[in-house]
């Protein structure tokens, strides 16, 4: 049985967008970056209204105030959808408590092959919940069946389902946990429970469960006279959201360099999983969190056009509207007749475990076609289709994999709910700017010491940090008296030199002895 990857996860709230990354074995493999704070959340229930129906499509459009209406179709309404809109019509007719949901009366489920025109009339208010964020031209998309996530527990209104996640295996399990949660759900609540639940107690269901429906009935308790659009309940932040769904027995450390956030996701945890509270530490190195953990200089790697992952082999990525196009080649290895096919499948089996990680860390969505080296043994061909298989079961986003056709191309698709994540990891000219143009290379300490003079006098600082690309550093470094200290005699200040692998050649970044960024 192979050893279970060591994870930590690294969060980077230094700026107005917070970086979270994801690390297995120190290796990256999933990277976000989210506003601190984000709207229009896969997740975020909204107090929406009807803008126009579509009967050609059997959906509508709903404005929830975002610049394009969101696309609200029939399929998406959920059969409770009548009981729900009579709940909501309730809640917002009364002031103070609205009827507690244990003593309200369900409405009939609507038809499943019906007609949105006969269920919604344009201007009608109704509560939806983002199932897919913006991406490119395209609005939201919308659902009416809403739904809670908790940690180990999904609440469903107006249901009386309770579903167990497939990934517990035991049946002994499966029986107890659906025993337990059909005895202590609420009246008209159906609950999903999640993988994360297997062998958990009795008290931590119920008070999760009681948690998911105080949020529930508190948002009703708030929308007399409301008027859309309008947030109701939103997601937790992303990151909690990230630790929520991620946090397991393998997780090994989450490192944060904000006070207030690190507060925020202890307390958190504490709720949650008190046991995993250790592995929240708190950062606090002098250099940046990214370039301390070495992911920097991965994203450097891992983001272009081309990627390189074995032995002079690569992968070259494109993307279009339509789909994603990935080209394995095996570079500059042996390519002779006698060992062809066996250089072919080596490479590939190499480039399924390099795609799979490339689809996580670029949150890559839709239609993805895999061009591998040809290969003739059937045999072959289906020991790349499991590998592909083995590889993607850590991919906790829906999708689904392909045997290779009679050309040679695997087929992918992976559910897109967020935008891709597309980081473009080319640099400016360092030498020209983008103009064409270069002022003498050699002339650059000049221009560095003349920059770093000019901020001391004007800031007065007697400390200064400059992060520069590591070459720079290695520059300003060197020797028995570095020129960095050089320059620090004769500024009276004492100057240190970071490298960091983010910048471009010659770009400067400056820092007073407080941390905070001196505008050049």
Same mark, same amino acid.
């Given at each position: ?37 984000? %709207? ?11 803008? %126009? ?10 404005d ?12 998406d ?6 009981s729900?809109? #009579? ?14 949901m ?11 092959d019906?007609? +949105? ?6 201007? /009608?208010?109704?509560?939806? &919940?983002?199932?897919?964020?913006? +991406? ?24 009386? #389902?309770?579903?167990?996640? /497939? ?32 062998? %958990? ?6 008070s999760?469960l009681?948690?998911l ?10 929308? =007399? ?30 490192y ?20 995993k #509270? ?45 789909? =994603? ?10 390519k ?30 839709? +239609? ?12 072959? %061909? ?31 698709t992976? &559910? ?12 400016k ?7 064409g ?20 006098? /004007? ?7 400059i =992060? ?18 050089k320059?620090?005699?004769e500024?009276?200040?004492?100057i ?15 820092f ?9």
């Amino acid at each position: 049985m192979s050893k279970e990857s060591e994870k930590e996860l690294i969060i980077d709230a230094s700026s107005p967008e917070i970086s979270i990354a994801l690390l297995e074995d120190k290796q990256l493999v999933e990277l976000k970056k989210e506003k601190s704070d984000p %709207k229009y959340s896969v997740g975020d229930i909204y107090l929406g209204r009807v803008k %126009k129906i579509m009967p050609g499509l059997n959906a509508a459009f709903v404005d929830i105030g975002y610049g394009k209406d969101a696309f609200l179709h029939y399929l998406d309404l959920g059969p409770q959808f009548n009981s729900l809109n #009579k709940y909501l019509s309730l809640a917002l007719s009364h002031k103070g408590r609205v009827i507690p949901m244990h003593k309200f009366k369900r409405e009939q489920d609507i038809p499943k092959d019906g007609k +949105i025109s006969d269920i919604l009339k344009a201007g /009608q208010n109704v509560l939806v &919940q983002i199932v897919k964020e913006p +991406i490119s031209t395209k609005g939201p998309r919308l659902s009416s069946e809403v739904s809670l996530a908790g940690r180990h527990l999904v609440l469903i209104p107006f249901s009386d #389902k309770v579903s167990i996640s /497939q990934k517990i295996e035991s049946d002994e399990e499966r029986n107890r946990l659906k025993r337990l949660l059909l005895s202590i759900r609420p009246k008209n609540f159906g609950t999903i429970v999640r993988t994360v639940a297997e062998d %958990k107690k009795v008290a931590v269901l119920d008070s999760e469960l009681r948690g998911l429906v105080k949020k529930w009935e508190m948002a009703f308790e708030n929308l =007399h006279g409301t008027h859309p659009p309008k947030l109701v309940i939103s997601e937790i932040n992303r990151t909690t959201a990230i630790v929520r769904d991620i946090l397991n027995v393998s997780f090994n450390s989450i490192y944060i360099n904000d006070k207030a956030l690190f507060l925020e996701m202890k307390d958190y945890i504490s709720t949650i999983a008190p046991e995993k #509270k250790k592995i929240l530490k708190l950062f606090s190195g002098s250099e940046p969190i990214f370039e301390k953990y070495g992911i920097n200089k991965q994203i450097k790697l891992l983001f272009g056009r081309t990627v390189s992952f074995k032995n002079g082999a690569y992968m070259i990525i494109e993307h279009t509207e339509a789909l =994603h196009v990935i080209d394995v080649n095996s570079g500059n290895r042996s390519k002779s007749m006698a060992n062809q096919e066996t250089n072919a499948l080596e490479v590939n089996l190499a480039a399924a475990k390099e795609i799979a990680r490339q689809l996580r860390l670029r949150d890559m969505g839709g +239609i993805i076609v895999v061009d591998f080296i040809d290969m003739i043994s059937n045999e072959h %061909k289906n020991m790349l289709f499991e590998k592909m298989k083995e590889a993607m079961d850590a991919d906790r986003t829906k999708h689904n994999i392909l045997p290779l056709s009679k050309f040679g191309l695997m087929q992918i698709t992976r &559910q897109r709910v967020r935008p891709e994540m597309n980081i473009d990891v080319s640099e400016k000219c360092p030498s020209c700017e983008g103009t064409g143009k270069i002022s003498p290379s050699i002339m650059f300490p000049e221009k560095l010491m003349e920059t770093i003079r000019t901020a001391v006098e /004007q800031f007065k600082l007697k400390k200064l940090t400059i =992060h520069v690309h590591p070459f720079i550093e290695a520059y300003l470094n060197r020797g028995v008296f570095p020129i960095i200290r050089k320059w620090g005699k004769e500024t009276d200040c004492r100057i240190t030199a970071k490298p960091e692998t983010s910048q471009s050649l010659f770009e400067i970044r400056m820092f007073t002895s407080d941390g905070e960024e001196i505008p050049l």
